[in-house]
């Protein structure tokens, strides 16, 4: 027995979809049930069923009109590079998607340049393609774009595999720690607010900003380290630290950034009591970036006598494999922002000072560093559970668009252009292979990959390849630094930039002497032509002012009048053997004004 369908609420045309229709067309075809009844059984209308059966429709056509301008293989080919050009960094606005389509229509025939597409037909393209969407991006630096590549990554996880099977911490996760620093200013921006609709609301904000630095720490296990604070300042007094939690510190320092001294400070005064018993069996993994302030050669020596293994993570990649970045800091800076907010409306409009940092920022670091947000960090960071294929494709897709730098070591530097590396398949874009659709020729597959090369492709062709340069972050950066080969690659580095800072020194010193002494054209005796003309100009000026001020007295002096062997040698020039251009007089102006004229 059939059982009627029960009908849907909304709009009539939106009560089916092509999944109705099918059912309805094998009930009809295949089972022989009449089309009213089919109809009714799978809310179908019957004028709409008839029209399918007898072919007069096609079956994937759900609403009524004309059909749409490109075909479904040309939309097809037309959202894949949509979609690449977003994945590398580079997508388009509405009004560029609009461009793009109505240039794309007229390379096909469809239209001509009079007759451009409007917003209509890109809301009726964002609904026949529900995987696109007008979104707000996150922008993501050049540096880090470039740095993102998969080759990087990969060799990041090929280090840090060897390294948790030496020590073996692949199953300790509570021995596994990430370091990481965030700034966050006292004047936040608002949150969004609940508001009447006929006036632009207004915030009160603290106006004048202070920079504060928190460095936080939490192992794979999730549990916390109590913030580390950096004030702005010159001397730390005990008030900056009203409110603070249990087992909080803090320094101060101009900048209210970290530095080298201030990071080994944290390390060997607050770090080291929050880690688990170390020693040559049972080490301690730290991972933190690899700024300059934290691979000091103190910092290394102390942590191989502690039996501490620090790991470098790769430079400019924080926002894949920080676990701290990854999704814990976000969430603080939500809730520091609502934080501020919440304290200037419950002290009347009281600016925060860096004295009220602590206390809101202890309540904020506590409710966002929490063991599921920590663990969540560590685990899409893919250190644990270790897994490197958890970082997505998307996230490396960017880098494809700059030559990436492959530097393995110190002394091996080479370079590789995007066009040397394999896109990732969720970006692989062959436009004129798509399996659900059936494709055109292939001169016409051909002419459609040139038009969408020369819109948008050509990004990945556009870019240089840069010299590669022998940084500190390129010898440490996806590295154990205290393993003793990594320590030597150290070595050698701050030995080489001695040397080279070294001979620069050497080769201005011997600039400077030949360019003293190379003849009438040399940088000397420029700097003494124009110290000559600026002088001749005051003396010019002053006595054109003589008749109108009073004692004024000028004394001049002719190089020419002078004896150069009254000069020492020393002081002589080693060319011309003078002291001074012939033919140039000099003048000392001793004026005493009586007032303004």
Not at 10 to 15: A, I, Q, S, T, V
Not at 24 to 44: D, I, P, T
Not at 56 to 83: A, M, T, Y
Not at 473 to 481: A, E, H, N
């Amino acid at each position: 027995m059939f059982q009627t369908k029960e009908p849907r609420k909304g709009k009539y045309r939106l009560n089916y979809d092509a999944v109705d229709i099918t059912k309805a067309l094998v009930m009809v075809n295949e089972k022989g049930v009449s089309v009213e009844r089919a109809a009714r059984s799978c809310g179908v209308p019957v004028t709409t069923l008839k029209d399918r059966v007898r072919g007069r429709v096609g079956i994937d056509v759900l609403k009524s009109g004309p059909d749409p301008l490109f075909s479904l293989e040309e939309e097809s080919q037309l959202f894949d590079n949509i979609s690449t050009m977003t994945e590398i960094g580079y997508g388009y606005t509405r009004a560029e998607t609009l461009n793009l389509a109505s240039d794309y229509s007229v390379h096909l025939g469809h239209r001509d340049r009079q007759h451009p597409l409007i917003l209509r037909w890109l809301y009726n393209f964002l609904q026949r393609w529900p995987d696109v969407r007008v979104q707000k991006p996150h922008s993501l630096e050049a540096v880090r774009a470039k740095c993102t590549s998969k080759e990087t990554v990969n060799r990041y996880f090929e280090e840090l595999e060897k390294i948790l099977n030496k020590y073996g911490l692949k199953d300790k996760p509570e021995r596994v720690f990430n370091i990481d620093e965030k700034g966050f200013s006292t004047d936040c921006k608002p949150p969004n607010i609940i508001a009447a609709t006929s006036y632009k609301p207004q915030v009160v904000t603290t106006g004048k900003t202070k920079t504060v630095t928190v460095i936080g720490s939490g192992n794979a296990i999730g549990n916390q380290v109590p913030p580390y604070f950096i004030f702005p300042g010159q001397r730390m007094v005990s008030e900056l630290l009203n409110g603070a939690s249990v087992g909080v510190q803090g320094t101060v320092s101009e900048t209210s950034w970290s530095n080298t001294n201030i990071f080994e400070m944290y390390l060997k005064e607050h770090l080291i009591k929050h880690l688990l018993a170390h020693d040559t069996n049972n080490k301690v993994l730290v991972l933190y970036d690899g700024h300059k302030s934290h691979v000091a050669m103190g910092i290394i020596d102390w942590a191989r006598k502690e039996n501490i293994v620090l790991f470098i993570l790769p430079p400019h990649t924080s926002q894949i494999l920080q676990p701290l970045d990854v999704s814990v800091f976000g969430p603080f800076e939500v809730a520091w922002r609502s934080a501020c907010h919440s304290h200037l409306r419950d002290t009347g409009g009281n600016i925060i000072t860096r004295y009220d940092v602590c206390k809101i920022a202890c309540s904020v670091y506590t409710k966002t560093l929490t063991p599921s947000n920590i663990q969540s960090a560590f685990k899409k960071s893919g250190i644990y559970p270790f897994d490197p294929s958890i970082i997505p494709d998307t996230a490396l897709a960017p880098a494809l668009s700059f030559p990436v730098e492959i530097v393995p070591t110190a002394a091996n530097v080479t370079t590789s252009t995007a066009s040397d590396l394999t896109c990732p398949s969720s970006s692989n874009v062959n436009l004129c292979n798509h399996s659900n659709v059936n494709t055109k020729s292939s001169s016409d597959c051909h002419s459609t990959v040139s038009f969408f090369d020369k819109q948008g492709g050509m990004v990945l062709s556009n870019m240089k390849v840069r010299k590669a340069r022998k940084t500190l972050s390129k010898v440490v950066g996806g590295r154990p630094i205290t393993e003793d080969s990594v320590l030597d690659d150290i070595k050698k580095h701050y030995d080489g930039q001695k040397q080279k800072k070294g001979r620069k020194g050497t080769d201005t010193s011997k600039d400077s002497q030949v360019a003293g002494c190379s003849g009438n054209a040399t940088v000397q005796q420029q700097k003494r032509k124009s110290s000559t003309a600026d002088l001749k100009n005051n003396s010019s000026t002053t006595m054109r002012a003589k008749a109108r001020r009073s004692d004024t007295q000028i004394f001049s002096h002719s190089s020419d009048e002078s004896s150069d062997e009254e000069v020492k040698e020393e002081e002589k020039c080693c060319v011309c053997k003078r002291f001074s251009l012939p033919g140039i007089q000099w003048s000392i102006v001793f004026t005493k004004f009586l007032g303004s004229v």
